[in-house]
């Protein structure tokens, strides 16, 4: 990557980090036979840097779908709304399972973290979009902008690539 093209990716990632940071569930979706399929996940206590990771167990739908189509999204909504779309990819590393393992996963797995069953869905993050929601003049400017007709340079949609 060129230097502006480096600087401008980094600036993408932390971007998505600030606004994804602190937020609990993401809804993963991904491609069934029957069409997409969105499912409640918790989120990993690591910081972003352009990969997202989810801990489940081998004997699910969503591990088995990445096997025939590898593309996901992955929303969440917190302090603004974000939407990351990616490539999912099915990991098996004992190493990572028990770094990213916490307490919670026991309740919410049912397992421990030596389960022979427990896997890894990697994320690699190719593109995210946002929309701000806690700057109320930024919105004030962009409804009065649209009820008028105006060109506003307010955008409270923005779509950033992270490849």
Do not use: C
């Given at each position: 990557?060129?230097?502006?093209?480096?600087?401008?990716?980094?600036?993408?990632?932390?971007?998505?980090?600030?606004?994804?940071?602190?937020?609990?569930?993401?809804?993963?979706?991904t491609v069934?036979?029957?069409?997409?399929?969105?499912?409640?996940?918790?989120?990993?206590?690591?910081?972003?840097?352009?990969?997202?990771?989810?801990?489940?167990?081998?004997?699910?739908?969503?591990?088995?779908?990445l096997q025939?189509?590898?593309?996901?999204?992955?929303?969440?909504?917190?302090?603004?709304?974000?939407?990351?779309?990616?490539?999912?990819?099915?990991?098996?590393?004992r190493a990572?399972?028990?770094?990213?393992?916490?307490?919670?996963?026991?309740?919410?797995?049912?397992?421990?973290?030596?389960?022979?069953?427990?896997?890894?869905?990697?994320?690699?993050?190719?593109?995210?979009?946002?929309?701000?929601?806690?700057?109320?003049?930024?919105?004030?400017?962009?409804?009065?902008?649209?009820?008028?007709?105006?060109?506003?340079?307010?955008?409270?949609?923005?779509?950033?690539?992270?490849?």
């Amino acid at each position: 990557m060129a230097n502006g093209q480096t600087t401008a990716h980094q600036e993408a990632v932390e971007t998505v980090r600030e606004l994804i940071k602190g937020i609990d569930i993401a809804m993963l979706t991904t491609v069934s036979e029957d069409g997409l399929v969105s499912r409640p996940m918790k989120t990993q206590e690591v910081e972003f840097d352009g990969d997202l990771w989810f801990l489940t167990k081998e004997d699910t739908d969503k591990y088995h779908q990445l096997q025939d189509n590898p593309h996901v999204n992955v929303a969440y909504v917190g302090k603004s709304y974000v939407s990351i779309r990616g490539q999912g990819e099915r990991i098996e590393d004992r190493a990572k399972i028990k770094e990213l393992w916490n307490p919670g996963y026991a309740k919410l797995l049912q397992t421990t973290s030596d389960d022979p069953q427990l896997v890894l869905i990697k994320v690699k993050a190719e593109a995210a979009e946002y929309w701000e929601t806690g700057n109320w003049t930024k919105m004030m400017k962009r409804m009065f902008s649209q009820l008028t007709g105006a060109r506003s340079e307010t955008e409270l949609n923005h779509t950033v690539n992270l490849k």
